[in-house]
């Protein structure tokens, strides 16, 4: 038998005495090849009297090994969808969709109203700041964010309602 006839058939032998002891064929895969990579690299340096023992006593330390490894970090089983933290395609169509109403409700409001709103919603402005800016009463500062928050309200809904019915369609 050649050189590389041997080792084909060693390669099996030492795949299912690997198989047999972890259950796991990708492993014993794994494993048979960093066997072979370690045999060879003392064949290298040393003369080897019975390579297939040899072979055997690499790779079962590599199954001892292997089993430590998985003992010090636990495993964890995939379910065949593998969960992705990016937002579905239709989750993204719905936002942008929430964002044009929102932006054309915002559009459509007086201009004071709007301008208010912005300033306390989106810019984080205290009442007693805005009031102060505009000239105005913090009463009538608060009677804004109601009025624009009550529009955006109206709009968002009559939104998703026209959505709803087109989907029945």
Do not use: W
């Amino acid at each position: 038998m050649t050189d590389l006839a041997s080792l084909r058939a060693q390669r099996d032998e030492l795949y299912h005495f690997i198989v047999r002891r972890t259950r796991d064929p990708a492993a014993a895969d794994d494993l048979v090849q960093e066997t072979f990579a370690r045999l060879l690299t003392y064949e290298k340096a040393r003369t080897v009297a019975d390579r297939a023992a040899l072979g055997y006593r690499i790779a079962l330390n590599l199954v001892r090994d292997h089993f430590r490894s998985r003992k010090r970090r636990p495993t964890e089983m995939l379910d065949e969808e593998i969960p992705c933290q990016a937002p579905a395609p239709e989750q993204i169509l719905m936002h942008r969709q929430k964002v044009e109403v929102f932006g054309r409700a915002l559009d459509a409001m007086p201009p004071l109203r709007r301008d208010v709103f912005i300033r306390r919603r989106l810019h984080g402005q205290s009442t007693r700041e805005i009031a102060d800016a505009l000239a105005m009463n913090e009463a009538a500062v608060e009677k804004h964010v109601v009025r624009a928050l009550e529009q955006l309200h109206r709009e968002m809904t009559k939104a998703e309602r026209r959505a709803v019915a087109g989907g029945r369609r």
